[in-house]
C-alpha cells in the first residue's frame, strides 16, 4: 500500500529558538513500514519549507498522523482535509490514545494506534489488504457506530529487532537544532520507563518495563549516522538514557574506540549521575557535552509528590560531578505543583540562580491526558484548548496560586536565571543567533504565551 505519514506543524512558542528536530518516532514508522514491502512518503509539517498538498494525500491509500496534545487541534485540521478527500485516516501518538473519545468525535479518523506503532500500523494495513477483520489486530481503537472497539494491547516490542529509522525519508538539512556549531540529530536506544512521574504519561504510554537495545546495536547505528549521513553531533532522546550505567560505558567505549569525533546530549535522572561518577568520566572523554537533568523542585515535598527519587543535596552533587567532568547541565523546573505556594516557586528560582547551571528550562505544571495528575485533577481543568498544554501556561485552578501571577513568575525564573551573569546572557544571546530569532517570531511566542 501507499502510506502517507504525517508530522504536525509545531507551535511558533517551540520554534522561537530554530531547535527543529526530525520527528524519530514516526520515522520508525515508516521504516517498518518500507520493511514489510509497503511504499512510505513522509511529510514533516515542522521542518523548514515543509507544506502537505493535496496531491500528496491523493497518492497515498492511507494516511497516518502522528499528534501530541498540544498539537492535536492542527493534527485533526489535517485530519480533516485526509478524510475530505476520501482516504482513511490513522491516528497515533499519547494524546490520541488517552482522548480517544474526543478524536472519534470530530468524525475524520477512522484508527487509533494504542502506544507502540511499528507493528501494529503494518498490521493495520495487512488486514486491510487481506479484507480480514480489523478488530482483531492487537493495539487499536476503532469507532463502531456510536460506540468505541479498544482491541487488546499488542505485546510490547523488541526494541532490539527493529529497523533503523527511515531518516531517508525526510530533508535533514531542514532541521535547525546544533550542539558547539554542529547540526545534531536525534537517536533512540531505550522504551520505558521504570520510574512513575505523576506528571509524565510515557510509562503509560510505553510500559513500565524498561526495554533497552544493546550497546552494539547503539553503535551500528551513529556508524550509520556518522558516517552515511555526516553528522558530528547526536541527542539521546531516550526518558533515561544512564538507567544502566554499564551499557552507556560500553557505548562510551565504543564511540572512543572508533575516533569519533562526537558530542552528544542526554537525558538523566540526578540519582543515576549521583551514583556513578566513574559513568559520567567515560561519557565525558567520549564526547559527552550536556546532560539534562529533570531537578523541578527546589522543595522537598514536591519532589516527593512528583515521584521523584532526589533531594536537593542530590541535585547539588550531581551538578558538581558534571562540572568537574567538563560536561554542561541543564536543570528542568516545574513550577505550580498542587502545594506550592509562591513563596516556594522563588525558593526553586533561587535554587535554580544558585546551582548555575548551563541551561534551565521552566515550566508550569500540566496535567496532561494520560497521566497520573491529569486524573487527579480533571474536575479543577478550566481550559481545554489543546495548544495551550505547552508548560508555559496553567490549565488548571491552582488552590494556591493566582493563574496570572504564576505566568508571571513563569517569566520572573527566566529572566532573573538568564540575567544572573554576563556569560549567562551572551549564552542565550548565541541560542537566539543560532535560531536566527527575529521580532516577528518574537512577537509571535509573546501572543501564544498570553492568547
Given amino acids: 500500500m501507499k502510506v502517507l505519514l504525517v508530522n504536525p506543524p509545531s507551535l511558533s512558542v517551540f520554534n522561537t529558538f530554530g531547535l527543529s528536530l526530525p520527528p524519530i518516532g514516526l520515522l520508525y514508522v515508516a521504516a517498518s513500514l518500507e520493511q514489510a514491502g509497503h511504499e512510505v512518503a513522509v511529510k514533516d509539517l515542522a521542518a523548514d519549507g515543509e507544506r502537505l498538498d493535496d496531491e500528496d494525500i491523493r497518492r497515498a491509500d492511507i494516511v497516518g498522523i502522528s499528534a501530541d496534545t498540544t498539537r492535536a487541534g492542527k493534527a485533526l485540521a489535517i485530519a480533516g482535509r485526509v478524510a475530505a478527500i476520501g482516504r482513511p485516516v490513522v491516528m497515533g501518538g499519547p494524546h490520541p490514545q488517552f482522548m480517544a473519545e474526543d478524536i472519534f468525535a470530530a468524525g475524520c479518523v477512522d484508527y487509533i494506534v494504542k502506544g507502540e506503532g511499528e507493528i501494529v500500523f503494518r498490521n493495520l494495513l495487512t488486514a486491510l489488504q487481506n479484507r480480514d477483520a480489523v478488530a ?170 512528583l515521584g521523584k527519587n532526589s533531594s536537593a543535596s542530590d541535585v547539588t552533587r550531581a551538578v558538581e560531578i558534571l562540572r568537574n567532568n567538563g560536561v554542561e547541565s541543564y536543570g528542568s523546573y516545574i513550577i505550580g505543583n498542587l502545594n506550592e505556594s509562591a513563596a516556594d516557586v522563588k525558593k526553586t528560582i533561587a535554587m535554580a540562580v544558585r546551582l548555575n547551571t548551563n541551561i534551565a528550562q521552566f515550566s508550569i505544571l500540566t496535567p496532561y491526558p494520560g497521566t497520573k495528575l491529569y486524573e487527579e485533577i480533571k474536575d479543577r481543568i478550566f481550559c481545554r484548548r489543546w495548544k495551550f498544554y505547552d508548560g508555559l501556561h496553567l490549565v488548571f485552578r491552582h488552590p494556591l496560586i493566582n493563574r496570572h501571577y504564576l505566568q508571571f513568575l513563569l517569566i520572573k525564573a527566566f529572566v532573573k536565571f538568564y540575567r544572573r551573569s554576563q556569560e549567562a546572557s551572551q549564552g542565550f544571546k548565541q541560542a537566539a543567533d543560532r535560531g536566527n530569532l527575529t521580532f516577528r517570531k518574537m512577537t509571535l511566542c509573546a501572543w501564544e504565551l498570553f492568547f
Fill in 136 to 305: 482483531e489486530v492487537k493495539g487499536l481503537i476503532i469507532r463502531d457506530g456510536r460506540h468505541l472497539i479498544e482491541t487488546p494491547a499488542a505485546d510490547p516490542i523488541n526494541v532490539e529487532a527493529l529497523p533503523f529509522p527511515a531518516r531517508h525519508l525526510v530533508d535533514l538539512q531542514c532541521y535547525r537544532a546544533s550542539m558547539s556549531g554542529r547540526p545534531i540529530t536525534p537517536i533512540v536506544t531505550s522504551r520505558g520507563c521504570p520510574s512513575a512521574c505523576h506528571f509524565c504519561s510515557s510509562s503509560s504510554f510505553f510500559g513500565r518495563g524498561w526495554r533497552s537495545r544493546s550497546a552494539a546495536s547503539v553503535l551500528a547505528e551513529l556508524d550509520e549516522i556518522y558516517n552515511r549521513y555526516g553528522f558530528r553531533a547526536v541527542c539521546f532522546m531516550d526518558d533515561n538514557f544512564t538507567l544502566n550505567p554499564q551499557r552507556v560505558e560500553q557505548i562510551a567505549d565504543g564511540i572512543i574506540g572508533r575516533g569519533y569525533d562526537l558530542k552528544w546530549w542526554n537525558f538523566s535522572r540526578v540519582d543515576t549521575i549521583v551514583k556513578n561518577p566513574a559513568m559520567v568520566a567515560r561519557m565525558a572523554a567520549a564526547g559527552s557535552e550536556t546532560v539534562y537533568l529533570g531537578i523541578e523542585s527546589g522543595n522537598e515535598e514536591t519532589l516527593d509528590s
